[in-house]
């Protein structure tokens, strides 16, 4: 998802690679520097799905409570440009300082075998602390207890909910994923969650009391009614006993983006009192957020494509509920490019079911160890009679073919941040 001659290229051709747990390394390349991720204030997201949302919707309250203050936001993966992972002032960072901080690091990279993201964890931070960020607003990569980015000693942390996802790494149920994403909470630092389900619920609450982080469950401090969704976003009341009765409006579409609305208003609302900012910037930092990929919708010649990352079970859940509250044209095609390692049999099904064609294929963005066989999946996918399933591998053809199969209609391209960041690029989508 990134040309040779952009910043960040050289990494994605380093041979160091995949994942390996523990922040030894991370913290070596920080302090090789002076320790950058100590020189600004941090706020902390993690959880399954939405926390890229809540982290945006922070970042945008943040820059709308003083223009003069700078904040960071550092989100992964990108979907067309390396510069997308980390934003200063609502912007993908400059070019010369992200090659001026790849270049202080890179001897220690190379030398130490950082994986990728270490690598772009601490050049992230460096941007963030020669850029004098005021304040960053920092998503969790994986987990949380061994990510790379739980070298922070946040002022405030979040994890948004605990599904079923990355099992290789994080364990099978719930109780043990939520265990790793506690992981983040520290002494004395506000802890938020809005996992609903009691299982990962409880974890995350002992897991608070263990440390020693005071606890807070989104359900007990707000509540969201009055939903209404609409292809110019979400509107619904919040109930807050730090905000009161307020009627909020996102252009992030989706009741899964009301909560994260509602998660990201109470994260501010723990904020220092210097930082913390004030109703009118909260709600107009939800109001003017821009988290492209998300229930993205973009018409061209009549047609309308939805453009949204789902690439799990979870995430798939949401994206059909939305899918449904929402009166999109006929036809409507499913192009679909999932990972390998995901799982495709409980994605594709409710999504299959709710279109009227179905085209399977291939993001050349890919990593090519994780590139499904998409003739295999046809021929053990299970579809609801009357909806084609075709299989067009080569991408560029493939978006060529739906734009034919849905005149007047609706394309939704998801599976994966690949799928959805390729399809941007190719059709010239800005992010």
């Known amino acids: 998802m990134t040309r040779a001659d952009e910043p960040g290229a050289w990494l994605f051709a380093r041979p160091a690679g995949g994942i390996r747990w523990g922040l030894e390394r991370t913290q070596a390349l920080?302090?090789?520097?002076?320790d950058p991720h100590r020189r600004f204030r941090a706020l902390h997201v993690g959880g399954t799905n939405?926390?890229?949302?809540?982290?945006?919707l922070c970042d945008?309250?943040?820059?709308?409570?003083?223009?003069?203050?700078?904040v960071g936001l550092y989100t992964s993966p990108h979907l067309i440009s390396f510069a997308e992972r980390i934003r200063i002032g609502g912007a993908p960072v400059e070019r010369d300082l992200l090659l001026a901080c790849e270049a202080r690091l890179r001897p220690a990279i190379e030398?130490?075998?950082?994986?990728?993201?270490?690598a772009t964890?601490?050049?992230?931070?460096?941007?963030?602390a020669e850029a004098g960020v005021d304040?960053?607003?920092?998503?969790?990569?994986?987990?949380?207890?061994?990510?790379?980015t739980n070298v922070l000693t946040p002022i405030a942390t979040a994890v948004t909910n605990v599904g079923i996802d990355h099992t290789e790494y994080l364990g099978n149920t719930p109780g043990e994923i939520a265990w790793e994403k506690a992981g983040i909470f520290k002494p004395g630092v506000p802890a938020l969650a809005g996992?609903?389900?009691?299982?990962?619920?409880?974890?995350?609450?002992?897991?608070?009391?263990?440390?020693?982080?005071?606890?807070?469950?989104?359900?007990?401090?707000?509540r969201v009614d009055d939903l209404r969704l609409s292809l110019e976003g979400t509107r619904f009341r919040l109930a807050s006993a730090r905000w009161g009765e307020r009627e909020v409006h996102t252009p992030l579409i989706g009741a899964h983006q009301a909560r994260n609305a509602a998660l990201a208003a109470e994260l501010l609302s723990m904020l220092p009192e210097d930082l913390r900012p004030g109703w009118d910037a909260v709600e107009a930092g939800l109001a003017g957020v821009r988290w492209p990929g998300r229930m993205q919708v973009e018409v061209r010649n009549g047609l309308t494509w939805v453009f949204d990352v789902a690439h799990n079970p979870a995430g798939v859940e949401s994206l059909a509920a939305t899918l449904d509250a929402l009166e999109l044209?006929?036809?409507?095609?499913?192009?679909?490019?999932?990972?390998?390692?995901?799982?495709?049999?409980?994605?594709?099904?409710?999504l299959a079911a709710r279109m009227d064609a179905v085209v399977l294929t291939v993001a050349p963005t890919a990593p090519e160890s994780r590139r499904w066989d998409p003739e295999a999946v046809a021929a053990g996918l299970e579809v609801p009679g009357g909806v084609a399933v075709r299989v067009i591998p080569d991408f560029t053809t493939a978006l060529q073919r739906v734009t034919t199969m849905a005149p007047y209609g609706t394309v939704l391209v998801t599976g994966s941040v690949h799928t959805v960041g390729d399809a941007l690029g190719e059709l010239r989508v800005g992010v």
Do not use: Y
């Open 111 to 118: 030398e130490s075998g950082a994986t990728f993201f270490e």
């Open 60 to 70: 945008a309250a943040l820059r709308a409570a003083d223009p003069r203050r700078i």
């Open 30 to 34: 920080l302090a090789g520097v002076g």
């Open 195 to 222: 996992e609903s389900e009691p299982l990962p619920l409880d974890v995350l609450r002992c897991r608070a009391e263990e440390v020693g982080a005071p606890f807070f469950a989104l359900d007990d401090a707000a």
């Open 50 to 56: 939405g926390k890229g949302s809540v982290s945006a």
């Open 329 to 350: 044209p006929r036809p409507r095609v499913l192009l679909a490019g999932i990972l390998s390692d995901k799982d495709w049999r409980a994605m594709l099904p409710p």
């Open 135 to 148: 304040a960053a607003v920092v998503e969790v990569g994986l987990g949380g207890r061994l990510d790379s």
């Open 121 to 128: 964890t601490a050049i992230a931070f460096l941007c963030f």
